[in-house]
């Protein structure tokens, strides 16, 4: 069995939801295989993109666990996968203005000011949610994690 790999001392703790960056995957079996690996994706992709000393851990998470969780809903989130799957893209749906909307395939929301930074990527396939991901990385990522960055 491999070795559990444990932050170094520098590195934010992924388990303590005070320094998480939460990446908010559903619960339900269908999101579970198909939006969790992209999931995973863009915390890797947000790990290495994030600067040295970032003070937050991108974390994969579950909607029940990260609703149910007060520290964590305080945390700047990225919602993955489409509401009838994610309870949080769900809530989020009519509160975060879409930036980005293709053919009624896919949507990237969020708040362009960044005030609280709350995201949420979603298709009406898993390729199409994806390919919402792709296109957040592109052109949000890095203002996102600056927003992220700063004190809570």
């Avoid at 949080?88 to 395939?105: C, F, G, N, Q, T």
Wanted: charged fraction near 20%; proline fraction near 12%.
């Amino acid at each position: 069995m491999p070795a559990t790999t444990r932050p170094t001392p520098s590195a934010p703790d992924p388990i303590e939801p005070t320094t998480a960056l939460p990446i908010v995957v559903g619960g339900h079996i269908r999101a579970e295989v198909e939006d969790r690996p992209t999931a995973i994706a863009l915390r890797d992709a947000l790990a290495a993109r994030a600067p040295a000393g970032f003070p937050r851990a991108p974390v994969v998470v579950t909607d029940l666990w990260y609703l149910n969780t007060d520290p964590l809903r305080s945390q700047p989130t990225i919602s993955i996968g489409r509401p009838e799957v994610n309870a949080l893209s769900a809530y989020l749906a009519d509160k975060l203005p879409s930036v980005l909307a293709i053919d009624d395939r896919l949507i990237v929301q969020l708040d362009p000011d960044l005030t609280d930074p709350a995201a949420s990527c979603w298709g009406t396939d898993a390729e199409a949610t994806a390919e919402a991901v792709r296109l957040f990385l592109e052109r949000w990522a890095d203002v996102f994690l600056a927003a992220a960055a700063r004190p809570w």
